[in-house]
């Protein structure tokens, strides 16, 4: 059995807000999971129906498999570097804003016949 990676790095979204999206396709089929985040109502779904369909891809075109034969054996995000920033407040405070990003992985694996 052979996986198949994609990455995807510095994605301008917080790790906790992709998790939502990425729980809903693991362990599916990489057909169903396209459409299931084609149809998702989350920001988040559409970076990361691009890197499903990215690890798909090269699964079809680098190893000959085929695309029914496909699964998401594991996919997560992690943390990623976060931007600090600051507005200034009142009385000569500052507020800080914390941009967060993540790093999100998928691996596909081959369905065994």
């Not at 996986?3 to 809903?24: E, N």
């Not at 496909?70 to 995000?77: H, K, P």
């Amino acid at each position: 059995m052979q996986d198949y990676q994609a990455h995807l790095r510095s994605l301008p979204m917080s790790a906790q807000k992709v998790r939502l999206v990425v729980d809903l396709i693991r362990g599916k089929n990489a057909n169903e999971a396209l459409e299931t985040l084609r149809f998702a109502n989350k920001a988040a779904a559409l970076p990361v129906r691009k890197l499903l369909a990215s690890a798909v891809a090269n699964a079809e075109e680098n190893f000959g498999v085929s695309r029914d034969d496909l699964y998401v054996a594991r996919i997560f995000a992690n943390e990623a570097t976060t931007r600090k920033w600051r507005r200034f407040g009142a009385r000569g405070r500052f507020k800080p804003i914390l941009r967060r990003s993540s790093h999100v992985t998928v691996v596909l694996r081959e369905r065994g016949s």
